[in-house]
């Protein structure tokens, strides 16, 4: 069955960048289609267990980003189950999720804004003709179908719009990317069981001695969630091709082989960590870079560091600062100067050889140590929010105006 039908924007990818850019496009008067290959929104939130918002507030703790980011936060507020924690070793002032809360606060966003989503419908093709994306193809159970649009974001974390439209973007190569994480929860954890890192290093290294199994990590981040009182780890590392169906398989299989032994490890050496048990990993693992858009302009480590103000070209901020994951068990931080913000520019949403599709969330078009600082969650909120503005205009014939993309951002209540 091939069915077609045309709408103003079609948004790809449910996740933080994909969800702002439904609600702000949909907000600015226009007709969205958003495509989610998973039964739920979200993103690495709640497909991969990431289950903390970093990147709306910088390490002095100013709130950096609003709009529909901070709605999100707001309707979590609402239920009951928003949560914060500053981080200890870096200051960092996060927000920790509940997944269902999470997943629920995403479907109310989306559906109160007039966003038509299309869950379990994955995009597997594009069509692009004179500088310009003219139409998708989508699988879904019940068949295929043609969706044609004046404007698309991608905001699928892995480019997929912009790879099978041929529009510009950039494999990274293997060894330049940041490793990925398995992430998981582990329930019956007691309240005040040890969650610190030197406990964490000598559980692993007393069952590595007793088992000779291979740990690649001895240690990771365990934070404590709200509503079920779980613990989120963020343990389990794999380097590998995300991009290559064989090597993801072997890399999900081991990853929750891993998972197992580190449960054993702690339930062994922790205090409080006895009667430990896996609610649940990922559900799949955890990716932090394939691809990235080739903006009209690109955000720089310079441009990061230096805490690079752009009055007049940007859409929002970023104060989250690097956090290079890059090896198993390897992250190293750079600070943003002054525990500040950057601004991110318009022109690093959009693409530069196709003039009606923008790269939102971890596509935002930066270099290599730059990206380690913009690819958060806040941050994603923040680029996708503009996006959707941004392809509503141009949708109704107001291509790039970049006074107006700000203006209306600030009415929606957004940081620019
Ligand atoms: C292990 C790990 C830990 C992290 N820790 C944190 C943290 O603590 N806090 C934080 O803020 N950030 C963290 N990050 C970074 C952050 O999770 C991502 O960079 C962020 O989720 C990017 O948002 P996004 O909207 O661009 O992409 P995503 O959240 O990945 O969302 C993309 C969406 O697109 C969908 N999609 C993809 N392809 C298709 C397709 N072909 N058809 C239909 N749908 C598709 C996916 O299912 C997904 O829902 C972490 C990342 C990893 C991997």
Redesign the pocket.
Known sequence: MTLTEHVDVVV?????????AAVGAARSGARVRL????P?????????S??????FFDQTHETVVAGVGGEVLDRLRARGVYAEKVMGWTGNR?VLLDAEATKIVCDEIVADAGVETRLH????GATRHDGAITGIE?AHKGGTDRITADTFID????G??LA?SGSAARTVDLPDR?T????CRFGGVAEDADLSTDGMRAAVAAYVAETGTDMPRDHG?AVRLPVTGDVMA?LVDEHFDTLDSAQISAAEASARAQTWHYLDAMRKGMAGWQQAYLVTTGP??????SRRLVGKTMITTDDVLHARKRPTESIGRCG?PI?D?AGPGVTRYEEIEGGRWYDVPYDAIRCSDTDNVWG?????SSDDQAFASV???????A??HAAGIAAAQSSSGRPHDLPAIRRTLLEQGAIV
């Open positions: 790809v990818g449910g996740g933080a960048g994909g969800i702002a495509i989610e290959q998973y739920f929104l979200g993103g690495a939130a709640t497909n991969s990431v289950l903390a918002f970093c990147g996060i419908t994955t995009l597997v989508v905001a699928s974390g892995d997929a719009l099978l940041q990925n994480t398995l992430a981040i963020l799949q693992i955890g990716i932090r870079e989250w956090e994951h939102v969330g971890r596509l935002t690819r958060v969650m806040g941050t994603a909120f680029t996708g």
